[in-house]
């Protein structure tokens, strides 16, 4: 895909002062934004250990 001058310069002005986290589409950024997301739930702790034979 081939750009000539003006197009660049044109995404420059657009996306010249962003970073790599930015988002620019204003309809995505409200939904990656959303608070919504629950936590992982949380795994049971593990049982004591007890060995499989009590000989001596």
Do not use: N, W
Not at 11 to 19: E, I, Q, S, W
Not at 22 to 37: K, L, Q, W
Request: overall charge positive; some cysteine; aromatic content about 8%.
């Amino acid at each position: 895909m081939a750009f000539d001058k003006t197009t660049l310069e044109a995404l420059r002005a657009k996306y010249g002062d962003g970073h790599g986290g930015s988002i620019h589409d204003p309809e995505f950024r409200a939904v990656a934004t959303r608070s919504s997301m629950q936590p992982a739930p949380v795994p049971p702790p593990m049982p004591a250990y007890r060995p499989c034979s009590t000989r001596r």
